[in-house]
Nanobody, 124 residues
Framework: QVQLVESGGGLVQAGGSLRLSCAAS????????MGWFRQAPGKERDFIAA????????YYADSVKGRFTISRDNAKMTVYLQMNSLKPEDTAVYYC?????????????????WGQGTQVTVSS
């Protein structure tokens, strides 16, 4: 079955950087979209970024454009989220997700598979 395993979270000071990884397994993802979401305490899970595995086209939420970059490594079956210029408001649990049901999906209900999440904490 499909498995998504996130890693790379941690504690970082404001202005710092982190790179999250999402190791994907269980099937071929060539026709999938891979997304990153985040959920802060007491808030909804929000879309951050996604890419189309085939071709690598990307799209982002306005809140992270210019600071976050999503990418993939085909050989490692891994999707990355490079996060720069981190702010305290970026503190959340970050989730990786996958779907092939929608084009350019941004809603949580459009994604079929989810990882367990990784905590990112940005101190001021």
């Amino acid at each position: 079955q499909v498995q998504l395993v996130e890693s790379g979270g941690g504690l970082v000071q404001a202005g710092g950087s982190l790179r999250l990884s999402c190791a994907a397994s269980g099937r071929t993802f060539s026709n999938y979209y891979m997304g990153w979401f985040r959920q802060a305490p007491g808030k909804e899970r929000d879309f951050i970024a996604a890419l189309r595995w085939s071709g690598g086209s990307t799209y982002y939420a306005d809140s992270v454009k210019g600071r976050f970059t999503i990418s993939r490594d085909n050989a490692k079956m891994t999707v990355y989220l490079q996060m720069n210029s981190l702010k305290p408001e970026d503190t959340a649990v970050y989730y990786c997700a996958a779907t092939h049901r929608s084009r350019w999906p941004k809603g949580i209900y459009e994604y079929d598979y989810w990882g367990q999440g990784t905590q990112v904490t940005v101190s001021s």
